[in-house]
C-alpha cells in the first residue's frame, strides 16, 4: 500500500476536552486517504482510547511522560507516513 498523501500530527496533554471539535472541524477537510497521528504526551485524560474508540483510522501514539510540544511532535514525526507533514 502506498504512502498517504499527507499526515497531520496533533499533540495532547490532557486536552481530550477540545479533540472532538478539532477532529470534527479537521476531518471534512482531508483528503480520504490522509493519515491522522494523535500524539497523547503522558496525558491522565483518557485520551487514546477515547481516540481508537471515536477515529479508529488514526494512529494514536500515547507516550509515558509529557515530551513537551516538540517531543510530542518528533515522536509524532517519527511513525507518520505521509508524504507531507
Known sequence: MPNPPLSVIIVSWNGMRHLPDCLAALVPQ?????EIVLVDNGSSD????WARASYPAARVLPLRQNLGFAGGVNAGLR??????L
Open 30 to 34: 482531508l483528503p480520504a486517504d490522509a
Open 79 to 84: 511513525v507518520a507516513q505521509g508524504e507531507l
Open 46 to 49: 483518557g485520551m487514546p482510547a
